[in-house]
């Protein structure tokens, strides 16, 4: 059974930090699309940053990082400077083992297996 399990979430005032974790069971990553989306009340889900994984490899948007441990079987999201407004529930997704291509990381249908999410609360 796959699972994917996020941790790291809690409370941090604005301008703080936090790495979120998404622990992989069931499966290995391995060339995989792996995305963060988040999701505030009373909003839609948003994505906030995407991978196509290959093991050694980090993508970063502004204030967010994605990497991983090949050994850990785990994929990271780094978060620096936090505003109040990054408040919301984080989740991971990500996709079974994809072919050489182009995907829209974006694209929340891309992904099969997502996680049941962490709250990030961001306090002014």
């Known amino acids: 059974q796959v699972q994917l399990v996020e941790s790291g979430g809690g409370l941090v005032q604005n301008g703080g930090s936090l790495r979120l974790s998404c622990a992989a069971s069931g499966f290995t990553f391995?060339?995989?699309a792996v995305g963060w989306f988040r999701q505030?009340?009373?909003?839609?889900?948003?994505?906030?940053l995407g991978i196509l994984w290959s093991g050694s490899n980090t993508s970063e948007k502004g204030r967010f990082t994605i990497s991983g441990d090949n050994a850990k079987n785990t994929v990271y999201l780094q978060m620096n400077s936090l505003r109040s407004e990054d408040t919301?529930?984080?989740f991971c997704a990500a996709s079974r083992h994809l072919n050489s291509g182009t995907?829209?990381?974006?694209?929340?249908?891309?992904y099969d297996y997502w996680g049941q999410g962490t709250q990030v609360t961001v306090s002014s």
Do not use: M, T
């Open 88 to 90: 919301a529930v984080y």
């Open 30 to 32: 391995s060339r995989n």
């Open 40 to 48: 505030a009340p009373g909003k839609e889900r948003e994505f906030v």
């Open 103 to 110: 995907y829209y990381l974006a694209d929340h249908e891309l």
